[in-house]
């Protein structure tokens, strides 16, 4: 059972348990046994809810779409429930709308939940399509079941009218007795008149009929009325369960099995007649195929010849990649391993003569077992999913302990360097199969190479090693039989290991291989990643290892290389499945899914280097002593050598947008295209707006500026990568990506606020996501990651220098199960914004302990009693409206206890995380307002003529252009290489770089600002420009996160210790 066996239909793959031949599945049996008593009741009709019950429901649809189309998750599911019965959904299935005016109002409702346009015409094109709605084959064979037995059947469904009038019903109506439709009746499920409408048509009274619905509020109003219902999350179990309750059996037959594909078919005579000989069966009765509806890659089918039942194994047909669909090393593992006490299945024999059946293809026993498709294991306990994982794992050990030279498989595969084979292998397979550039893929076939572990055991490797491909006993935690060995060679253990953890990784409502990452593992029982992995190595005796990302980076690329090969196959029909399409649109998931793992391994590298070695500080662009070779398959598009994720995906020194990747790039210009068509034209009524009585009032303009910037994707976009690796709260930009946007929002004083990219906002989240708790973070950093409240920070204080953050006096005092806050603060930015909501406040919660020890932060909701704003600051005259600076008296604040960040004593550590990335945004800005003030001037001074020559020829002018111009460059490239520092490095280690940026960054734009001023003349002190504000800004962000005084003075310090750069000597020469 190959990966290329994911894409089965949905109602098989969800299947919680299943019956399993030895390399596929097989007769049904149960884990957990049904128990009932006293006989089968006088039932005379089953019900069925349609969506979710006999055809996949919206919801399994929309998840699977929004994968596809990069919609966020659970969209769609919101959006049919926003409002209730007053909602679009609910009105278009009682009939009350059209179509059209359906998709409208969906879409509307869709986009505003997404922040981002949706298609909801696609989704709605894809739930109606024939290739989506197709009945459950198990639910089709229980309806026929259940009519020969002779009960009624009926559809008893929320539906609603197409474009073209009729109902949508994708059913064969033959099969029901009645069928009951809201968009026809006017009402719906489950208001308890549709449900006696649908017992009077079918004459029963409401304890003869059994219901199945997926919803639960439906089976509850179909309770209350006196019907037995039936809860359908998986079509098979609910149809274990309704054949427990009629009594008789409603599965015939072979299950998960189909009549064999046209395009798959099979010569019948020449195989039973090669059957009759191999097995020396000379019985009646016609031989038996079916195909099995999984398997992507060898096509695989159930034969009943007589009284013996077999699976057999096949080569797909048509020109195949090189080395691939290898039936034959999967026909020799199995026997080689079987003999050395493997459970694997039972094989018979390999016919590699293709005269038979068209291809070579092998043969083994059919035999009964288990199957779980879905690792999260549904209907079982935890401690039975513990014990299915750690007979997972322990089986795995077997295989990898299993003595090369006593089997006769020391010359299965190439002993060592595995992965670096095996990163060629799936190259060359990628590039034979690709149909289109995927840059994640690209960047992965660069990286690989490059980080490959430097010590690899050598052990048989299953290659494909998922729970899904290991048959279970039906009353134990039992391995029986490990299936499908296509991929099995000699290599590197851990690979293995990795791959067994790919449903770790992947969401549940991933479409084709379903996984648990959004579920909590630890109320599940099943093994979390470290857990499972530490078992392994116990049972093997090996110590653990550091590069597990790098596994699951490499696993995750291979699984991507697999699914193109599928899909490219089946653009010629020659996959097995009639699925394999969708196999297209997932290999770019797998592929960025590959790429996360890639970066974090880079993170860890840098990360876990030696503290006691000094860091080798680079000032070239790109660090490496020596150009790297480019790896096999490598399309290379420029001289630059190939970058590692301390480079490319952490963030190069990249100097100018043009060296931005593909993803960053559109970002940048997107950006561009807003600030020009959106905030630059809005500024005047902005600022008049910030001079108005209403100033203190948020602008509507800025709130629905936010809102198309929310639509176009330019939001949240500071958080750092290595702040958010799994880019759970933002876009999962490196701060050298970041900087460059950033110095874009610079150059509008407005524009910050729109892209949700302000400070103090950006510090607060950045120290919710760092170190707040998840009962932190759903109060505030929800919240403010969508816009909905601000917050402010409360260090400063008036009456000592808060340039030291030890001199802070506000206390912080315990009191039972709270804090109570007492202190007097100022410049507090935001504070008087109505949208405050947050207050971080930072006060000492124990003088007496060391001096960095003595400080906590705690957080503060702005309704709490005892707060008083005495009054807003003005900078230069400027209010800064609607969020100003307060000047702030906290009196007996009382928090619960809960609501300290990160506990106590730890203040001043918060405080340094949370201002390197700050520092590195205000710098950024402050080259925005450099670079607008410089565009300024260059305009005024060609337009303006003085003493009888245009000011553009006058020399004292272009001297301040070119001052200006090599002094943005000059500050520009300095910070750029304090955030690349960050990236690569950490914030620690960019230290001195930090500090250098605030000192020459604000100064810098203070002097570029100036020119400008000076060259507007009088308009330059004015409103009617920008450049008051900017002048007035760049001069206050000399002592904001600390003065130059603080930061000159560290710099001075920290070159004082590096004895490397002392290499004159300090005697004068003679």
């Given at each position: 059972?190959?990966?290329?066996?994911?894409?089965?239909?949905?109602?098989?793959?969800?299947?919680?348990?299943?019956?399993?031949?030895?390399?596929?599945?097989?007769?049904?049996?149960?884990?957990?046994?049904?128990?009932?008593?006293?006989?089968?009741?006088?039932?005379?009709?089953?019900?069925?809810?349609?969506?979710?019950?006999?055809?996949?429901?919206?919801?399994?649809?929309?998840?699977?779409?929004?994968?596809?189309?990069?919609?966020?998750?659970?969209?769609?599911?919101?959006?049919?429930?926003?409002?209730?019965?007053?909602?679009?959904?609910?009105?278009?299935?009682?009939?009350?709308?059209?179509?059209?005016?359906?998709?409208?109002?969906?879409?509307?409702?869709?986009?505003?939940?997404?922040?981002?346009?949706?298609?909801?015409?696609?989704?709605?094109?894809?739930?109606?399509?024939?290739?989506?709605?197709?009945?459950?084959?198990?639910?089709?064979?229980?309806?026929?079941?259940?009519?020969?037995?002779?009960?009624?059947?009926?559809?008893?469904?929320?539906?609603?009218?197409?474009?073209?009038?009729?109902?949508?019903?994708?059913?064969?109506?033959?099969?029901?007795?009645?069928?009951?439709?809201?968009?026809?009746?006017?009402?719906?499920?489950?208001?308890?008149?549709i449900y006696q409408l649908c017992l009077q048509r079918l004459s029963l009274q409401?304890?003869?009929?059994?219901?199945?619905?997926?919803?639960?509020?439906?089976?509850?109003?179909?309770?209350?009325?006196?019907?037995?219902?039936?809860?359908?999350?998986?079509?098979e179990t609910a149809v274990k369960e309704l054949e427990a309750l009629l009594g008789?059996?409603?599965?015939?037959?072979?299950?998960?099995?189909?009549?064999?594909?046209?395009?798959?078919?099979?010569?019948?005579?020449?195989?039973?007649?090669?059957?009759?000989?191999?097995?020396?069966?000379?019985?009646?009765?016609?031989?038996?195929?079916?195909?099995?509806?999984?398997?992507?890659?060898?096509?695989?089918?159930?034969?009943?010849?007589?009284?013996?039942?077999?699976?057999?194994?096949?080569?797909?047909?048509?020109?195949?990649?090189?080395?691939?669909?290898?039936?034959?090393?999967?026909?020799?593992?199995?026997?080689?391993?079987?003999?050395?006490?493997?459970?694997?299945?039972?094989?018979?024999?390999?016919?590699?003569?293709?005269?038979?059946?068209?291809?070579?293809?092998?043969?083994?026993?059919?035999?009964?077992?288990?199957?779980?498709?879905?690792?999260?294991?549904?209907?079982?306990?935890?401690?039975?999913?513990?014990?299915?994982?750690?007979?997972?794992?322990?089986?795995?050990?077997?295989?990898?302990?299993?003595?090369?030279?006593?089997?006769?498989?020391?010359?299965?595969?190439?002993?060592?360097?595995?992965?670096?084979?095996?990163?060629?292998?799936?190259?060359?397979?990628?590039?034979?199969?690709?149909?289109?550039?995927?840059?994640?893929?690209?960047?992965?076939?660069?990286?690989?190479?490059?980080?490959?572990?430097?010590?690899?055991?050598?052990?048989?490797?299953?290659?494909?090693?998922?729970?899904?491909?290991?048959?279970?006993?039906?009353?134990?935690?039992?391995?029986?039989?490990?299936?499908?060995?296509?991929?099995?060679?000699?290599?590197?253990?851990?690979?293995?290991?990795?791959?067994?953890?790919?449903?770790?990784?992947?969401?549940?409502?991933?479409?084709?291989?379903?996984?648990?990452?959004?579920?909590?593992?630890?109320?599940?029982?099943?093994?979390?990643?470290?857990?499972?992995?530490?078992?392994?190595?116990?049972?093997?005796?090996?110590?653990?290892?550091?590069?597990?990302?790098?596994?699951?980076?490499?696993?995750?690329?291979?699984?991507?290389?697999?699914?193109?090969?599928?899909?490219?196959?089946?653009?010629?029909?020659?996959?097995?499945?009639?699925?394999?399409?969708?196999?297209?649109?997932?290999?770019?998931?797998?592929?960025?899914?590959?790429?996360?793992?890639?970066?974090?391994?880079?993170?860890?590298?840098?990360?876990?280097?030696?503290?006691?070695?000094?860091?080798?500080?680079?000032?070239?662009?790109?660090?490496?002593?020596?150009?790297?070779?480019?790896?096999?398959?490598?399309?290379?598009?420029?001289?630059?050598?190939?970058?590692?994720?301390?480079?490319?995906?952490?963030?190069?020194?990249?100097?100018?947008?043009?060296?931005?990747?593909?993803?960053?790039?559109?970002?940048?210009?997107?950006?561009?295209?807003?600030?020009?068509?959106?905030?630059?034209?809005?500024?005047?009524?902005?600022?008049?707006?910030?001079?108005?009585?209403?100033?203190?009032?948020?602008?509507?303009?800025?709130?629905?500026?936010?809102?198309?910037?929310?639509?176009?994707?330019?939001?949240?976009?500071?958080?750092?990568?290595?702040?958010?690796?799994?880019?759970?709260?933002?876009?999962?930009?490196?701060?050298?990506?970041?900087?460059?946007?950033?110095?874009?929002?610079?150059?509008?004083?407005?524009?910050?606020?729109?892209?949700?990219?302000?400070?103090?906002?950006?510090?607060?989240?950045?120290?919710?996501?760092?170190?707040?708790?998840?009962?932190?973070?759903?109060?505030?950093?929800?919240?403010?990651?969508?816009?909905?409240?601000?917050?402010?920070?409360?260090?400063?204080?008036?009456?000592?220098?808060?340039?030291?953050?030890?001199?802070?006096?506000?206390?912080?005092?315990?009191?039972?199960?709270?804090?109570?806050?007492?202190?007097?603060?100022?410049?507090?930015?935001?504070?008087?914004?109505?949208?405050?909501?947050?207050?971080?406040?930072?006060?000492?919660?124990?003088?007496?302990?060391?001096?960095?020890?003595?400080?906590?932060?705690?957080?503060?909701p702005m309704d709490t009693p005892g707060i008083n704003v005495i009054r807003p600051?003005?900078?230069?005259?400027?209010?800064?409206?609607?969020?100003?600076?307060?000047?702030?008296?906290?009196?007996?604040?009382?928090?619960?206890?809960?609501?300290?960040?990160?506990?106590?004593?730890?203040?001043?550590?918060?405080?340094?995380?949370?201002?390197?990335?700050?520092?590195?945004?205000?710098?950024?800005?402050?080259?925005?307002?450099?670079?607008?003030?410089?565009?300024?001037?260059?305009?005024?001074?060609?337009?303006?003529?003085?003493?009888?020559?245009?000011?553009?020829?006058?020399?004292?002018?272009?001297?301040?252009?070119?001052?200006?111009?090599?002094?943005?460059?000059?500050?520009?490239?300095?910070?750029?290489?304090?955030?690349?520092?960050?990236?690569?490095?950490?914030?620690?280690?960019?230290?001195?770089?930090?500090?250098?940026?605030?000192?020459?960054?604000?100064?810098?734009?203070?002097?570029?600002?100036?020119?400008?001023?000076?060259?507007?003349?009088?308009?330059?002190?004015?409103?009617?420009?920008?450049?008051?504000?900017?002048?007035?800004?760049?001069?206050?962000?000399?002592?904001?996160?600390?003065?130059?005084?603080?930061?000159?003075?560290?710099?001075?310090?920290?070159?004082?210790?590096?004895?490397?750069?002392?290499?004159?000597?300090?005697?004068?020469?003679?």
């Amino acid at each position: 059972m190959s990966i290329r066996r994911l894409f089965q239909p949905s109602a098989l793959h969800w299947a919680r348990r299943t019956a399993a031949m030895t390399s596929t599945l097989g007769r049904q049996q149960g884990v957990l046994r049904w128990t009932h008593s006293g006989g089968r009741r006088n039932y005379r009709a089953v019900i069925f809810d349609m969506g979710g019950v006999l055809v996949p429901s919206p919801g399994t649809v929309a998840a699977e779409w929004e994968v596809q189309n990069r919609v966020p998750s659970g969209t769609i599911v919101k959006a049919l429930i926003r409002d209730g019965d007053s909602g679009p959904w609910m009105r278009f299935m009682r009939g009350e709308m059209t179509t059209e005016a359906f998709l409208e109002e969906f879409g509307r409702v869709c986009s505003e939940i997404a922040k981002t346009s949706v298609p909801v015409e696609s989704f709605f094109s894809l739930l109606t399509s024939e290739t989506v709605a197709k009945p459950f084959p198990v639910m089709t064979q229980a309806i026929s079941q259940i009519r020969a037995g002779g009960l009624q059947t009926a559809v008893l469904t929320n539906n609603f009218c197409l474009s073209n009038g009729k109902s949508f019903l994708p059913l064969d109506r033959k099969q029901f007795d009645v069928v009951v439709e809201s968009c026809l009746e006017g009402i719906c499920k489950p208001d308890p008149r549709i449900y006696q409408l649908c017992l009077q048509r079918l004459s029963l009274q409401p304890a003869e009929a059994i219901f199945l619905d997926d919803l639960g509020p439906n089976l509850k109003a179909a309770a209350r009325l006196g019907i037995h219902t039936i809860k359908v999350d998986h079509p098979e179990t609910a149809v274990k369960e309704l054949e427990a309750l009629l009594g008789f059996p409603l599965c015939v037959g072979i299950p998960n099995t189909r009549p064999v594909r046209k395009a798959m078919e099979i010569p019948k005579d020449a195989l039973e007649k090669y059957l009759k000989g191999l097995l020396g069966t000379h019985g009646t009765g016609p031989m038996e195929i079916l195909q099995f509806d999984h398997g992507q890659s060898n096509p695989t089918y159930y034969i009943r010849l007589a009284d013996r039942q077999l699976v057999l194994r096949k080569k797909p047909p048509g020109v195949l990649l090189p080395s691939a669909h290898a039936i034959e090393r999967e026909f020799r593992i199995m026997k080689a391993l079987g003999n050395a006490g493997v459970p694997v299945p039972t094989v018979l024999d390999l016919c590699e003569d293709s005269s038979i059946i068209g291809t070579p293809f092998y043969l083994m026993e059919y035999c009964p077992g288990i199957i779980y498709k879905d690792p999260s294991l549904p209907g079982l306990e935890p401690r039975q999913r513990q014990a299915i994982y750690t007979a997972m794992n322990q089986v795995l050990c077997r295989i990898h302990s299993v003595d090369l030279q006593a089997t006769g498989l020391d010359d299965f595969g190439k002993q060592g360097d595995y992965i670096r084979r095996q990163v060629q292998t799936w190259t060359k397979q990628y590039r034979a199969a690709e149909t289109s550039s995927i840059p994640a893929m690209e960047r992965l076939i660069q990286w690989l190479p490059l980080h490959l572990p430097r010590q690899q055991r050598t052990t048989v490797v299953h290659g494909d090693f998922r729970l899904d491909n290991l048959m279970f006993h039906p009353e134990k935690a039992e391995v029986l039989a490990v299936l499908d060995w296509e991929l099995s060679t000699l290599g590197d253990p851990f690979a293995d290991v990795a791959y067994s953890c790919l449903a770790h990784y992947l969401p549940s409502s991933f479409p084709m291989l379903r996984g648990f990452r959004d579920q909590d593992v630890t109320q599940l029982g099943i093994p979390a990643v470290e857990e499972y992995f530490r078992m392994y190595c116990l049972h093997m005796g090996l110590p653990p290892i550091d590069n597990w990302n790098f596994y699951m980076a490499f696993s995750f690329f291979r699984v991507a290389a697999i699914l193109q090969g599928v899909y490219k196959r089946s653009l010629t029909g020659q996959a097995s499945s009639a699925t394999a399409k969708q196999s297209g649109k997932l290999t770019e998931f797998m592929a960025e899914l590959a790429w996360d793992f890639a970066t974090k391994e880079g993170f860890r590298v840098f990360k876990e280097m030696p503290a006691a070695k000094p860091l080798v500080r680079s000032y070239h662009a790109w660090a490496g002593s020596q150009p790297r070779q480019t790896p096999t398959g490598v399309r290379s598009h420029s001289t630059l050598a190939a970058a590692s994720p301390a480079q490319e995906a952490k963030g190069g020194l990249i100097i100018s947008p043009e060296g931005l990747s593909p993803r960053v790039r559109k970002l940048y210009d997107r950006l561009l295209q807003f600030m020009e068509q959106n905030v630059y034209p809005l500024e005047p009524e902005l600022q008049r707006h910030q001079a108005s009585a209403d100033r203190w009032t948020p602008s509507p303009l800025i709130e629905d500026l936010k809102e198309k910037a929310k639509a176009e994707g330019l939001w949240n976009l500071f958080l750092p990568l290595e702040t958010d690796p799994e880019k759970k709260y933002g876009a999962g930009l490196t701060n050298v990506e970041y900087a460059h946007l950033c110095e874009v929002m610079g150059m509008s004083l407005y524009a910050s606020e729109i892209f949700n990219c302000s400070a103090p906002d950006t510090g607060n989240m950045e120290l919710l996501v760092r170190y707040g708790t998840e009962e932190q973070k759903a109060r505030w950093l929800v919240p403010l990651l969508e816009g909905r409240i601000r917050s402010c920070f409360a260090m400063t204080e008036p009456q000592v220098a808060s340039s030291d953050a030890s001199n802070i006096e506000a206390s912080i005092r315990e009191e039972g199960g709270s804090y109570v806050i007492n202190g007097h603060k100022w410049w507090i930015s935001g504070i008087l914004d109505p949208r405050c909501k947050l207050c971080v406040f930072m006060g000492k919660t124990d003088p007496q302990a060391p001096r960095h020890q003595q400080q906590s932060m705690v957080l503060v909701p702005m309704d709490t009693p005892g707060i008083n704003v005495i009054r807003p600051l003005s900078v230069y005259g400027l209010e800064d409206a609607p969020g100003g600076h307060g000047e702030v008296h906290f009196k007996d604040v009382r928090v619960p206890k809960e609501n300290i960040v990160l506990g106590p004593g730890r203040g001043f550590e918060i405080a340094q995380g949370r201002l390197g990335p700050g520092r590195i945004h205000h710098c950024m800005r402050l080259i925005g307002y450099s670079e607008r003030a410089l565009a300024l001037m260059k305009t005024r001074v060609m337009s303006r003529t003085a003493f009888g020559k245009p000011l553009v020829e006058q020399g004292t002018i272009l001297a301040d252009i070119a001052r200006s111009r090599v002094d943005i460059e000059q500050a520009r490239l300095l910070v750029l290489k304090a955030a690349h520092l960050m990236d690569v490095a950490g914030n620690k280690a960019a230290a001195l770089e930090i500090a250098m940026i605030k000192m020459v960054a604000p100064s810098m734009a203070y002097q570029v600002i100036d020119r400008a001023v000076q060259a507007f003349g009088a308009a330059g002190l004015s409103s009617d420009y920008p450049l008051a504000q900017f002048f007035a800004w760049a001069r206050a962000l000399r002592f904001a996160d600390g003065p130059d005084e603080v930061h000159r003075l560290t710099v001075a310090k920290m070159e004082m210790k590096n004895p490397g750069r002392l290499q004159a000597p300090a005697a004068p020469r003679v």
